[in-house]
């Protein structure tokens, strides 16, 4: 299977700070990737897919980039909003691989 | 609007088996890949197991092959987990969503306890 290391696990920020986010797979998998925000008790949430498309309704703050093995989710001006776990999702091969999430705390 | 709704879960004991359905609108359901995603208590996403639109093709995680199956009813716009053998470390919320590049629309999950 196809392993994505994500980091950090987490990291503290303040607001208006720039955040990235890492994820590196085990092999070369294209630009297959989407990245989600999942807050407490609730459902992920689909921010970006593939790689660097943002998805519609997402503020524009969020961005993705990253082809093959290195991917990174960059939030530009971090907002309270944005305290929430973070994980990648690779879809190129089976069994589809999540990262193991990163933590922002604001 | 769009709604995903997942149903079935709860307290089972170790062996037994449980159904997970979700039923799903606002979209033409027949005409997407669904997955199965669950999340243990305090840790991360694990992908479970998707399907293809006619049913033709479904793929799982190596840990729940042989005991989980996935189904869905394009007449009748649901998706279902058939969960069998159940073990302690399936213990997890249980989330639908549909695969439209991306998975871009999520329940809002299912608890399935294992436990004696």
């Known amino acids: 299977a196809i392993q994505m290391t994500q980091s950090p696990s987490s990291l503290a920020a303040s607001v208006g700070d720039r955040v990235t986010i890492t994820c590196r797979a085990s092999?070369?998998?294209?630009?297959?990737v989407g990245w989600y925000q999942q807050k407490p008790g609730k459902a992920p949430k689909l921010l970006i897919y593939?790689?660097?498309t943002l998805q519609s309704g997402v503020p524009s703050r969020f961005s993705g980039s990253g082809s093959g093995t290195d991917f990174t989710l960059t939030i530009s001006s971090l907002q309270p909003e944005d305290s929430a776990a973070y994980y990648c999702?690779?879809?190129?091969?089976?069994?589809?691989?999540f990262g193991q999430g990163t933590k922002v705390e604001i | 609007e769009v709604q995903v709704v997942e149903s079935g879960g709860g307290l089972v004991q170790p062996g037994g088996s449980l159904r997970l359905s979700c039923a799903a609108s606002?979209?033409?359901?027949?005409?997407?890949?669904m997955s199965w995603v669950r999340q243990a208590p305090g840790k991360g996403l694990e992908w479970v197991a998707n399907?293809?639109?006619?049913?033709?093709?479904?793929y799982y995680v190596d840990s729940v092959k042989g005991r989980f199956t996935i189904s869905r009813d394009n007449a009748k716009n649901s998706l279902y987990l058939q969960m069998n053998s159940l073990r302690a470390e399936d213990t997890a919320v249980y989330y639908c969503?549909?695969?439209?590049?991306?998975?871009?629309?999520w329940g809002q999950g299912s608890l399935v306890t294992v436990s004696s």
């Open positions: 999702l690779q879809d190129y091969d089976y069994p589809w691989t």
């Open positions: 593939p790689a660097s």
């Open positions: 969503a549909s695969e439209m590049g991306g998975l871009r629309y």
């Open positions: 399907m293809k639109q006619d049913g033709s093709e479904k």
């Open positions: 092999q070369g998998i294209r630009n297959d």
């Open positions: 606002g979209f033409t359901f027949s005409s997407f890949w």
